[in-house]
């Protein structure tokens, strides 16, 4: 299965929407791949070791996508879901490379993915 990075992130003017799927308090960070949403959609999944209290996890789940994505912390924002497991959140930049980096991160998990097997 090719993991696409159009099946949860969303062009806009600015930047990316993206839509996840967040495990708090996780043993291991980082982007776990994609998560099939009830409604029909798909979320990346990604896990994080901080607590869901006072917008810790919150917190992490920006750091990390900054991170993993090549953006300032500043850019990251949680639009929707700031108290749920499911978030909408927009991270600002140049779209095609904020597609571009997210589609090698989906390409990295698939690849080790298949390495684990």
Do not use: C, H, W
């Not at 696409?4 to 003017?13: E, F, N």
């Not at 953006?71 to 779209?95: C, F, M, N």
């Amino acid at each position: 299965m090719t993991l696409r990075p159009t099946l949860v992130a969303t062009l806009m003017g600015d930047g990316i929407r993206l839509r996840l799927k967040v495990q708090p308090k996780a043993r291991r960070e980082g982007i776990m791949g994609l998560a099939p949403e009830a409604e029909g959609g798909t979320a990346l999944k990604v896990a994080v070791n901080a607590p869901p209290e006072d917008g810790k996890a919150n917190a992490a789940v920006v750091a990390l996508l900054a991170d993993q994505l090549g953006v300032a912390k500043a850019a990251v924002s949680v639009v929707a879901g700031a108290t749920d497991r499911r978030k909408l959140v927009e991270i600002r930049g140049e779209p095609a490379a904020l597609q571009a980096r997210l589609a090698a991160l989906l390409q990295e998990f698939e690849r080790k993915g298949s390495n684990d097997e």
